[in-house]
């Protein structure tokens, strides 16, 4: 006799079924959400600040601290002469000693701290920047498109030896120009040495005019400018211009994303606790400027001549064109310094 097939009913049929596509709909669920939980997280953007002002040793220990605090990877430190480092003097004094100091800061914390030394260009003196680079320097900064290191015409014969030396090792350089003042001297080393990988700083000095940098940026497509604002007065006066031109820069970034580069022109030559806080301002204002909606920094109006404290409109720059700016870039500048 053949054996006897047990007949479900329809009912319970139905109930295994069930049962089934709830445990397999409970599965995904959770094979989703472990999936998610070990998903890793997208890469931080790396932050590089070209515009720091090493002034002295003793500064080295409180900068890599403030850099961890406000998540700077990287900053190229700046070699400073006297005047510039509160130390005293007039003119170029002292920027031999500045290059000391940044060669031994960068020397002790390598890839932390990438060290721009400063040559006067007047001098053509080949052999020490051959020596400068052999101790590792990275790039120049370079002083004499501020009126207070203005002692020739940036475009003077007895420059020309250096800037070719400059444009033929394809060194990176962070120039101040002063382009209300010396517009013309810049342009003219601009159209003879077109291969210099330069950066002009705060905007070309053109954040009160963005005209200015505008028509200097078309002229001379490899032209790149940083973002940076450095002292009380100059800085308020910018970032309150800035604010008012915001949807104009917000038009160069976006035709231009590849040319603008993060710095705070932080100089270190304060170590209070004041100075301290003065730091963190500065870098939060900068960074602010392209992160965020809003900032805080200096504010001067004309009912209130003395400076308080105030908010600015940041550019609150989108992905794509923010981590340009923070990194990347700077990252292509520095070429082999970065590495």
């Not at 329809?10 to 998610?36: E, F, N, Y």
């Not at 209300?180 to 601009?190: G, I």
């Not at 038009?251 to 603008?260: A, D, V």
Request: with cysteine; hydrophobic share 40%.
């Amino acid at each position: 006799m053949a054996p006897r097939r047990s007949i479900r009913s329809p009912k319970a049929a139905h109930t295994d079924r069930g049962a089934r596509l709830r445990s397999i709909s409970l599965g995904a669920a959770l094979a989703a959400v472990l999936g998610c939980r070990s998903s890793p997280p997208p890469p931080r953007q790396e932050v590089i600040d070209i515009h720091v002002h090493l002034t002295h040793a003793d500064a080295v220990t409180p900068l890599l601290a403030h850099m961890a605090k406000h998540r700077i990877d990287r900053a190229v430190i700046l070699a400073s002469p006297d005047l510039t480092s509160g130390r005293g003097g007039s003119g170029l004094a002292g920027y031999r000693t500045g290059n000391d100091i940044v060669l031994d800061a960068a020397a002790a914390h390598p890839g932390k701290l990438i060290p721009f030394v400063t040559v006067d260009l007047g001098h053509g003196d080949l052999a020490y920047l051959a020596e400068l680079r052999r101790r590792g320097a990275c790039g120049v900064k370079l002083y004499q498109g501020h009126n207070l290191f203005h002692e020739r015409p940036l475009d003077d014969p007895s420059h020309q030896a250096m800037w070719q030396a400059l444009s033929d090792q394809a060194l990176p350089i962070l120039l101040h120009a002063n382009t209300v003042r010396y517009r013309d001297e810049l342009e003219a080393v601009l159209r003879s040495f077109p291969d210099l990988r330069l950066v002009c700083a705060h905007l070309c000095g053109s954040r009160t005019d963005l005209a200015r940098v505008e028509s200097l940026m078309e002229a001379f497509p490899r032209l790149l400018v940083d973002t940076s604002h450095g002292s009380a007065g100059p800085a308020a006066e910018g970032f309150a211009n800035l604010e008012r031109e915001r949807a104009q820069l917000l038009k160069l970034f976006s035709r231009w994303p590849e040319r603008f580069l993060f710095g705070t022109d932080l100089v270190t030559s304060g170590l209070d606790p004041l100075s301290m806080e003065l730091w963190d301002l500065q870098v939060e204002s900068n960074m602010g400027l392209l992160k965020e909606d809003n900032f805080r920094f200096f504010r001067q109006t004309a009912d209130q001549p003395a400076r308080t404290l105030g908010t600015y409109q940041g550019l609150h720059l989108p992905p794509e064109l923010l981590g340009p700016a923070l990194g990347q870039n700077a990252a292509r500048w520095l070429g082999a310094c970065a590495r």
